[in-house]
């Protein structure tokens, strides 16, 4: 049996590498570390990329899956569902490092696997609708910046791409301001003012990456 780390990495902000430190921080123990890179978990799914379909040939009953969250399966709801079932059909456990859920198909009393899989169709939901949310949110801050080009692009933002996508994801999961703050390294008053002015958040991070 091992226990097999699954990282898709977006954006150049983000790096397997981190992952795989917040899971061993989190307590795992990793054997080995799967990685797909550049990779959009909207339009993509999971055995549609490169490193995907290696984990489907590698996972085999009693091994463990751990993902940062689910959202690093794939962002459709259907896909990440399909494959959360999929793996537990075949024996895999499946756990995450952000609030440390565990699924598995060991369960044979149906209302906890009625529970498990409503928390499962919750947290595809979730990803598929913050993913969205993103590229509304974003498309408008890049609309914006590109209204005001040539204009000065004000100070530069004090987080990165990726720490204003992990501050939103905490946010969305209802996480406190402190812990949000522990987790992305950033100052609580950042945090505040991102979720008091979202659009205004990804307007300076697109007003800086044009």
Not at 7 to 26: F, N, W
Not at 31 to 58: H, K, N, W, Y
């Amino acid at each position: 049996m091992q226990t097999i780390l699954y990282a898709r990495v977006s954006t150049a902000d983000q790096t397997s590498a981190h992952q795989r430190t917040l899971a061993e921080k989190a307590g795992f123990k990793i054997d080995e570390v799967v990685a797909d890179e550049g990779v959009s978990g909207i339009t993509t799914c999971l055995r549609d990329r490169p490193q995907g379909r290696r984990l489907f040939d590698m996972l085999r009953s009693g091994d463990t899956l751990v993902v940062r969250w689910v959202d690093r399966l794939g962002r459709n709801y259907v896909d990440v569902c399909d494959t959360i079932r999929e793996f537990m059909r075949r024996g895999v456990i499946i756990r995450t490092v952000i609030n440390g859920l565990t699924f598995d198909g060991a369960t044979t009393d149906p209302m906890q696997q009625a529970v498990r899989d409503a928390l499962i169709g919750f947290m595809a939901a979730t990803a598929q609708a913050q993913a969205e949310a993103n590229r509304i949110t974003q498309r408008s801050g890049i609309d914006h910046a590109k209204e005001r080009e040539g204009a000065y692009r004000g100070r530069k933002p004090s987080f990165t791409k990726a720490e204003l996508d992990a501050v939103r994801d905490g946010l969305s999961r209802g996480d406190g301001i402190s812990g949000i703050a522990a987790g992305t390294g950033l100052s609580r008053q950042t945090i505040y003012r991102i979720r008091d002015t979202p659009a205004e958040a990804e307007a300076a991070i697109a007003r800086w990456t044009l």
